[in-house]
């Protein structure tokens, strides 16, 4: 059930800035990493992805990095705008077997972007 | 892109009675959905893998008596939330995969359950 007093973490910037969110995922046996938006009321959108076997791969305005190391993971976003502003979640999946797809989400982050 | 749909986007119910909410794949073929569970400011957990034609695997803590999945086709999961509590509020999200361990995950936009 709900866990009364639940405080996402949160990253407050101004329009035009770099972000950059943090996640530690818990399984050293996963071996794909998502990163999802989420906005109020919707369902989560991709944003990017990455696989064990890389370090870094980055999208339109957007980077992951991969620490296998310490089991973490990170979104750059640069030149954030007020349209970024949402909740962030990474998750983490087993990709081979009948584990494909069953992710585990990080706890989320609330990006708020100021004008 | 794929769409997954969602329906409804959002139901309020009496306490007592059962919902029904449907997960389609409107453009490809899913064998397999999933079924996520997210409280409010909370993450999302994942509650179950609907395959087609076969018997939903739950996960840990998860009544399956209480939250039947039906995958009876390559394009359509239901969950019912049978005799529902106030405790069952929570925004209800699916997910499918058109081909194992190599499909796009796709989510739909989500149902938000709200018991009286």
């Known amino acids: 059930g709900e866990s009364v007093g639940l405080h996402l973490p949160t990253l407050s910037v101004q329009e035009g800035d770099n972000s950059i969110i943090n996640c530690a995922y818990s399984?050293?046996?996963?071996?794909?990493f998502i990163w999802y938006k989420q906005e109020s009321g919707k369902g989560p959108q991709f944003i990017i992805d990455?696989?064990?076997?890389?370090d870094k791969r980055q999208g339109q305005r957007v980077t992951v990095l991969l620490n296998k190391t310490v089991k973490h993971l990170s979104l750059q976003i640069a030149a954030t705008q007020p349209g970024d502003s949402a909740v962030y979640f990474c998750?983490?999946?087993?990709?081979?077997?009948?584990?494909?797809?069953?992710?585990?989400f990080g706890q989320g982050t609330i990006l708020t972007v100021h004008p | 892109g794929a769409v997954v749909s969602q329906h409804p986007s959002w139901v309020i119910c009496k306490s007592g009675t059962s919902v029904k909410i449907e997960c389609r794949s409107l453009?490809?073929?899913?064998?397999?959905m999933f079924w996520y569970r997210q409280f409010p400011k909370q993450s999302l957990m994942l509650m179950a893998t609907?395959?087609?034609?076969?018997?939903?695997?739950?996960e840990q803590g998860v009544e399956k008596d209480k939250f039947l999945i039906n995958h009876a086709s390559l394009t359509l999961s239901t969950l019912t939330v049978t005799s529902a509590h106030p405790e069952d509020s929570s925004f209800y999200i699916c997910?499918?995969?058109?081909?194992?361990?190599?499909?796009?995950?796709?989510f739909g936009e989500g149902s938000r359950l709200t018991v009286l």
């Open positions: 990455i696989r064990s076997n890389m």
């Open positions: 997910s499918a995969i058109g081909q194992l361990n190599t499909g796009e995950l796709f």
């Open positions: 998750a983490e999946n087993i990709s081979g077997g009948t584990s494909y797809g069953k992710l585990t």
């Open positions: 399984n050293s046996a996963s071996d794909y």
């Open positions: 453009d490809f073929q899913a064998t397999t």
């Open positions: 609907s395959n087609e034609g076969s018997k939903a695997t739950y």
